[in-house]
Nanobody, 125 residues
């Protein structure tokens, strides 16, 4: 069974940066596509970024392109989300997801099998 634990969230001002981390328990981490989603109160869960198991291919929602970077370190079984130039509209609970078969660019939450508990990111004006 795969367990995912996010960390790195916090309260920052607009224009600041944060790096989120997601540590996976599985020994087969290198064979899982990984993704980041976010959800604000009253909003549907939104796909943010995904990365293939090799780390070669990535995909981002248009609103974060050029500001966010997803990466992974398979030796550490960890995926990261570097968030720069944060905006108030980025405020949400960010969750990481993993799946052994889904495409890394899938924006549908039901396509992903395993989820972390989420970490809060709040960006003030």
């Amino acid at each position: 069974q795969v367990q995912l634990v996010e960390s790195g969230g916090g309260l920052v001002q607009a224009g600041d940066s944060l790096r989120l981390s997601c540590a996976a328990s599985t020994r087969t981490f290198t064979r899982y596509a990984m993704g980041w989603f976010r959800q604000a109160p009253g909003r549907e869960r939104e796909f943010v970024a995904g990365i293939s198991w090799t780390g070669v291919s990535t995909h981002y929602v248009d609103s974060v392109k050029g500001r966010f970077t997803i990466s992974r370190d398979n030796a550490k079984s960890t995926v990261y989300l570097q968030m720069n130039s944060l905006k108030p509209e980025d405020t949400a609970v960010y969750s990481c997801a993993a799946d052994p078969t889904t495409d890394y660019s899938s924006s549908y939450p039901r396509s992903w099998s395993f989820w972390g508990q989420g970490t809060q990111v709040t960006v003030s004006s």
